[in-house]
């Protein structure tokens, strides 16, 4: 999941609207025309990770990006990408990039390692952008991001945290597949399921959880303050 920033007042008179789409493994980005200064650099909007994952030396961050030029005529992309420390607030650089034509860039993909001594927490965050090249102080751009991934190359233990709303009544069992419950899934897929499983929460007593499959289960309910066992 990500959030957006809102983009600064702009230049003049014009107003800057600022849009957004998602589909499931891809973020559109985009704004209208705005007005700058000749061969100026408009940033924005951008997108940000909503919760920090824990990164260690060798692992790979990888995602793709693409300049669709839809609304850019005479524009030059130009975007930044990085990791952000929740921790310290320091950044990882992932690209910053100024395309060298107007237009459509095309699927560009980015991989990066973490190097060592900065493991720590960290969110992705992505600046789309820019560059009014042909000085005609007028600058929009649409931006896709998609296939964000990380790859755990240390097989260092990792915490994946999944939510669900059960409505149910009269009900004297409850079964959850690990499927249904898409992050914990991928990270268990991922690690070949490697580690261990865990509840955790007010109502965790009342389930289990399968050490083998992950599939969750009821093992008592609460009917009128009395446990039916």
């Known amino acids: 999941m990500a959030t957006l920033d809102k983009l600064p007042p702009s230049l003049g008179n014009s107003s800057i609207d600022w849009d957004y789409s998602a589909a499931a493994s891809s973020m559109t980005l985009s704004t209208n025309e705005i007005k700058t200064v000749s061969k100026g650099i408009v940033h924005g909007p951008a997108m940000i990770s909503s919760d920090a994952i824990s990164l260690n030396t060798g692992d790979v961050v990888s995602f793709d990006w693409e300049f669709t030029g839809v609304g850019s005529a005479g524009d030059y992309a130009d975007v930044y990408a990085y990791l952000l420390n929740t921790n310290d607030g320091t950044t990882v650089e992932l690209t910053d990039y100024t395309h060298n034509a107007s237009g459509g860039t095309g699927t560009i993909s980015v991989s990066e390692t973490l190097g060592a001594g900065i493991d720590g927490l960290y969110k992705f965050v992505f600046v789309s952008g820019a560059y009014d090249n042909d000085g005609g102080t007028i600058v929009g751009s649409e931006v896709i991001v998609s296939n ?21 009544q009269e009900s004297s069992a409850v ?4 499927a249904s419950l898409a992050s914990l899934d991928k990270a268990a897929t991922s690690d070949s399921n490697a ?10 007593s009342y389930f289990s959880i399968d050490q083998t499959n992950g599939d969750i289960h009821l093992i008592c309910i609460t009917a009128f303050g009395q446990n039916l066992i």
């Not at 790859?151 to 149910?168: F, I, M, V």
């Not at 079964?175 to 690990?178: E, K, L, P, Q, V």
């Open 148 to 168: 964000l991934s990380v790859t755990d190359t240390g097989g260092d233990s990792k915490t994946s945290t999944a939510s669900t709303t059960l409505e149910a």
């Open 175 to 178: 079964s959850i597949a690990r």
């Open 195 to 204: 580690g261990s499983y865990a509840l955790s929460g007010t109502d965790a």
